[in-house]
């Protein structure tokens, strides 16, 4: 089978934790030994995330003064070349069979995307409210939203439109690579009326990248991996209980947290009803049993086929 | 012909210049200008330089206090992305015939290599002695080497021994890509006895990556392009004059700056040694003439070759 499988930030941190490298190290060798077996027998493409990533290079930049921020489309092609090599680094030691490669990945995005009035996607770390209250007045440009009783920052997430890589990547594929791409939702690109390409300023959400590329790749499955069992009814509340399985339909009338579990949903609902495909959420370290069927939540065009 | 391309990160930025994005932007859309007619024509592999971009990310990086600065290995890997997907992007605005990719290189070094205990690498700006003090007192680990009237900051540059990624280049130059690799001389990598890959803190030369790349691919040519006319007899000197051909031993007799020629010229050795090839350097914005014979240092076996 091919399958396109995205990574999210948050499994290669977790919530609380500075994103610091020892951190970053340990669980990208967790989620490459996760990753391993499933890779030595499909052909895997590899999509990750770069909230906290990109958050702190954003901080980086602002914090030395010297010389301006770089923008985010910079910042995150930063962050491909970061988590990308660590990534390649942890497989490489354990794939016996295959070689992986990462492929520096732009994707473009409409620059009349209403997204860019609208900034969604958190990045960089949770802040108590006197730090947030002390980042605002530093960069007043910066939006915040809050997560309980944090907060974080927020930027603009357009909608994938094309994956400018799309035909190197296919080819790497066909050359049995194991493929690293689109990471952090790929490198934000808008294309003006005469075809030229330029950066734009924004994150796109990795789980739409990911559905655009299982769809153009023609891939049999999408599987998006995070640190949760998959999609919960009444997550947090004592109802909750995992949902092993779901419609479009039923997807489509979920009520889910805006920037974490909504828009994987939206990407595996758009996936499966594009190609009519399954398409999956679920916990990292149970890859095997998902692909199986036995874990996470599998979403199909119709519940009859789950 | 199959031609290896290395660019100095100084015809990236001009001395003086802040690292910022704009003037960056500027420089490599020129680059890319001047590089598209050759990549049109022939099969180009492209090597870039990243000493003042990685010596920002190092300064950005100590200048956030909240996260430990990550090691240099990392550093290079993000170096990696900004650089090449900002050559991509403007390769791809000015080629008409071909797609271009990048590929994240890691390259292995010995981690015995005499490099470790005597850093040459210059990276980030240029300080004046007060800047230097400061920067001392700040980070006493950072080694610096005085240049004229101002200081660098130096870091281990070992000798590359493999390029990991090796096989994905050649599958990408087949499938008619241009390709962008062993960015910054590649993110250095160790192996222990048992295989197993680890990264280690250093910047390898890019010139000397470009090299045993050239090597390893078969390829025709190898050219180093900077931001001077070739390589100069008495160069400061009144008396200085253009070398416009090289035996290779004259090539190794001469009298160069270490981190600025001496590597370039020691890459060409290297290469026209063990391929009986030639090599050339010279200017970026000469690179036509450079391949033509007309402009820059041509390298030989032997004189009557040039």
Known sequence: MRIVIAIGGNALLQHGEIASFSHMQTHVE??????????Q?????LVHGNGPQVGLLALQNHAYKTVPAYPLD?????????????????????????????????VEVANDDPAFRTPTKPIGPFYTSAEKRALESEQPHWT??????????????????????????SQALAN??????????????????????????????????????ARKLN??????????DGVYQDYGLKSAHLLTTLSIDEANQLQLAQGSMAPKV?????????????????????????????????????????
């Open 30 to 39: 967790q989620c490459a030994k996760a990753l391993a077996p499933v890779c």
């Open 41 to 45: 027998v499909h052909e895997v493409v």
């Open 74 to 106: 910079c910042l995150v092609a930063e962050s491909q070349g970061l988590i990308g090599y660590l990534l390649q680094l942890a497989l490489a030691n354990v794939l016996t069979r295959q070689t992986c490669v990462t492929l520096l990945t732009q």
């Open 144 to 169: 915040f939203t809050q997560m309980n009783d944090e907060w974080r920052r927020v930027v603009a997430s357009p909608a994938p439109k094309a994956i400018i890589e799309q035909s190197a990547i």
């Open 176 to 213: 049995k690579q194991l493929v690293i791409t689109c990471g952090g939702g790929g490198i934000p690109v808008q294309r003006d009326a005469s075809g030229k390409l330029s950066g734009i300023e924004a994150v796109i959400d990795k789980d739409a990248s990911a559905a655009l590329l």
């Open 219 to 228: 891939a049999d499955r999408l599987i998006i991996l995070t640190d949760v």
């Open 266 to 306: 939206e990407a595996c609902v758009d996936f499966v009803t594009k190609t009519g495909k399954t398409a999956a959420i679920g916990n990292l370290n149970q890859i095997s049993a998902i692909l199986a069927g036995e874990k996470g939540t599998r979403i199909n065009l119709n519940k009859a086929l789950a």
